[in-house]
């Protein structure tokens, strides 16, 4: 019997080719929320770093504080000059009434009349101050700090009435009659101020304490009782050191204050502006002219039964000019933490644009990686800035930190065009803000017009997205 033969073998069918794999679906509506959520919670971790940042800035602004403190110390700090005071001790009757107990033991009412002692205290008709004022710059480990030497010369004239006093049966001391200037800080004294009184010269000395007046110079003058009203002329010369900080007061029922100087950045504050300033890169020079009219204190006054005057009250009707530094670097840090949740939410918000238009993943880790970079820019240009001028501060850091991120967003995105996209938003944005923060009067206004366009940028950017994730 034949053995049937098998069938030939067929050929091994050919390997079916696999498909491609479909493109990745847009993430659904519960995906772009958590990823929401998630850098939500980025940028707020990131704006507590921010925080402690700018609580760095703070430790930094005592150590400088500090340092200005030590400088005055030992140069002089801050300087306010008030006087003269014409001060003339007198004597008054005292009326009193008690009851006593007569030899009949029945309480009789007796007048008694006692004599109390009191100061009167008398400002100038006229004040005319000049001074030329010579800044330089003390060092105190990194940090500077303006001082000057300064030649104050005041002059002027009293017309005295006893009878503006208005104390009843006041019978004054003329013989013990006192000049008397307040200083803030006399250890600023080069040397014992020499006065002129009535073209006669009398050495000024520390005078007796006061309440509330801190220390004085005060020095004995003659006042002749026979011409009330008579002007009296002083011309006094003063070697005064400080730092920060020059004011005067305007004792006179009319003063005029002349200050010139080389400081370039002055700023001119107190209780009234100077009539008349120029400022420029050589210098500056300043004059006030200011009446006793809403000054705060009267003409004359004394502490017999009245309210008597107070340094501080006179000294808040000084004029005043302050030395400041060409740029205060702190503060400037402190303008641009204020815009770090700005700079953190444009990157971030580039990012997750790529993510939805592009359909790409990008990890919240990434993101974090990110925003460590801008968070470090503000840090750097803190520390740089005490070492080097400000605007290059700023410029550095912000090209580091530009660099930092447009490099890793070249990985991150995948294309050169991506991370340059990224980059040359964060460097505009950079440019900006170093804009606005030169800015003083505009600064919200230039603020606020940047916002509205980066909305309008964002609406444009995501008007054809759809959030549901549909396809």
């Known amino acids: 019997m034949e053995t049937p033969i098998p069938p030939p073998l067929t050929p091994a069918t050919s390997t079916t080719a696999v498909p491609p794999p479909p493109p990745p679906a847009r993430p659904a509506a519960f995906g772009i929320g958590l990823k929401l959520f998630a850098i939500a919670f980025l940028v707020l971790a990131l704006w507590i770093a921010l925080q402690c940042i700018d609580g760095v800035r703070r430790e930094r602004a005592s150590y400088r504080d500090q340092a200005e403190a030590e400088v ?5 700090g801050e300087q306010t000059i008030a006087g003269p005071f014409l001060v003339v001790p007198f004597t008054y009757p005292v009326r009193t009434s008690r009851e006593i107990l007569n030899a009949h ?4 009412r007796t007048d008694e009349v006692k004599t109390a002692k009191a100061s009167a205290y008398f400002l100038p008709a006229e004040l005319q101050v000049d001074g030329q004022i010579d800044p330089t710059l003390r060092r105190r480990g990194i940090f500077t700090v303006p001082v000057y030497e300064t030649q104050l010369h005041l002059r002027g004239q009293f ?3 006893p009878a503006t006093i208005q104390v009843e049966g006041a019978t004054f001391d003329w013989a013990h009659a006192r000049a008397v200037w307040a200083v803030q800080n006399p250890r600023g004294l080069r040397t014992a101020p020499t006065l002129l009184w009535q073209n006669t010269p009398v050495v000024l000395e520390p005078g007796t304490p006061r309440e509330e007046w801190g220390e004085t110079l ?3 003058v003659s006042v002749d009782a026979k011409t009330p009203g008579a002007p009296l002329l002083f011309d006094l010369t003063m070697d005064l050191r400080g730092s920060t900080r020059l004011a005067v007061a305007p004792v006179g029922a009319q003063t005029e204050i002349a200050l010139a100087s080389t400081w370039p950045d002055p700023s001119f504050g107190g209780a009234s502006l100077p009539v008349s300033r120029s400022v420029s890169a050589e210098g500056f020079k300043a004059k ?3 009446a006793y009219f809403g000054r ?5 006054w004394s502490d017999a039964g009245q309210t008597a005057v107070s340094f501080p009250a006179i000294a808040s009707s000084a004029s005043e000019v302050r030395f400041l530094q060409p740029v205060d670097a702190y503060r ?14 444009l990157v971030f918000a580039n990012f997750f644009l790529f993510e939805v238009t592009a359909r790409m993943r990008i990890h919240p880790l ?3 990686i990110v925003g460590v970079a801008l968070v470090l820019f503000f840090l750097g240009y803190l520390a740089l800035s005490e070492f080097i001028a400000a605007g290059l501060a700023y410029a550095a850091s912000a090209g580091v930190s530009t660099t930092l991120v447009t490099a890793y967003s070249a990985c991150v995105l995948k294309t050169g065009r991506r991370s340059l996209v990224v980059g040359g938003t964060l460097a505009a944005t950079y440019g900006y803000l170093y804009f606005i923060l030169q800015l003083q009067d505009y600064a919200l206004l230039a603020g606020t017009a940047a916002l509205f366009l980066l909305l309008g940028i964002a609406m444009w950017a995501t008007r054809k997205i759809d959030w549901y994730g549909g396809k």
């Open 72 to 76: 005055a110390q030992t140069w002089g």
């Open 296 to 300: 705060g204190y009267p003409q004359q």
């Open 159 to 161: 017309r005295v009435d």
């Open 218 to 220: 005060e020095s004995s």
């Open 332 to 345: 400037l840090v402190e303008r641009a933490i204020k815009y770090g949740v700005l700079f953190l939410v």
């Open 366 to 368: 990434q993101y974090l």
């Open 288 to 290: 006030w002219e200011q």
């Open 105 to 108: 033991g029945v309480p009789t």
